[in-house]
């Protein structure tokens, strides 16, 4: 049922624009993983409520996320990506100058953990879609960087249902993966500088709110 209903939703979408859609499918062909639709679709409402001026994002891939993400921003905005990956960055490079992006892209090479390290600064919007297994190392230098009432959106965080599997129901090679998510997710709901809404939307997103007053004085203040 749930496949039926991603399909029609899918179906519903209209065209981006020419260069969005030709890297996309040189993606999709190449099979290089992407956001999917649905997340796509979510993820540019949430930029346009947003309207961030600085985003970052963990995972660069071929660009085609930073891209997408890039027409949806105000015109004065700015993407910064990390990508470690050596193949897919003269990649992501090049598709960003094709879109003539490069202006407003910029992209660091290295260690997402290091590299985030080493930033500074406040980001309205920080989209992470990187290694799976390291979420929960990057999430404290994501909440640093990430400024008051800024979103933070972890993508692919269900691992296409593997997730709400006990650890033995998972093959031996992701059961690594699979504890450092539920670990994650336990994370995110339970932080008190965030409140947190994880959705069953593509391969499941966590939308995260950064706020500066403690959750035991909201809960106070309804009583």
């Given amino acids: ?39 796509q679709s979510f993820l540019k409402t949430l930029l346009l409520i947003k309207k961030p001026l600085h985003v970052l994002e963990v995972g660069t ?33 090049e598709n960003f100058k ?10 660091i090479e290295g260690d997402a953990l290091q590299v985030m390290q080493s930033l500074s600064g406040n980001y309205d919007f920080i989209f992470m879609d990187a290694a799976k297994g390291q979420y929960l190392n990057y999430l404290p230098e994501a909440v640093r960087l990430l400024a008051p009432g800024g979103i933070l959106v972890s993508d692919n965080i269900l691992q296409d249902g593997d997730v709400i599997e006990s650890r033995f129901a998972v093959e031996r090679r992701n059961r690594t993966i699979h504890s450092r998510m539920r670990e994650y997710l336990y994370e995110l709901k339970h ?22 007053f403690h959750k035991e004085h909201v809960f106070k203040n309804k009583c």
């Avoid at 965030?194 to 950064?210: R, Y």
């Fill in 1 to 39: 049922m749930y496949e039926r209903i991603a399909t029609y939703i899918c179906s519903l979408e209209t065209p981006e624009s020419e260069i969005i859609e030709t890297i996309e499918q040189e993606a999709l062909s190449a099979r290089i993983p992407i956001i999917r639709k649905e997340t």
């Fill in 61 to 93: 891939a071929v660009g085609f996320s930073a891209l997408l993400m890039s027409e949806y921003m105000p015109e004065n905005g700015h993407i910064t990506t990390i990508e470690n990956y050596e193949k897919r960055i003269p990649v992501a490079r």
């Fill in 98 to 107: 094709r879109a003539g992006r490069e202006e407003r892209i910029v992209l």
């Fill in 191 to 212: 932080r008190e500088d965030l409140q947190t809404s994880i959705l069953p939307l593509g391969d499941g997103v966590a939308v995260s709110i950064k706020h500066t």
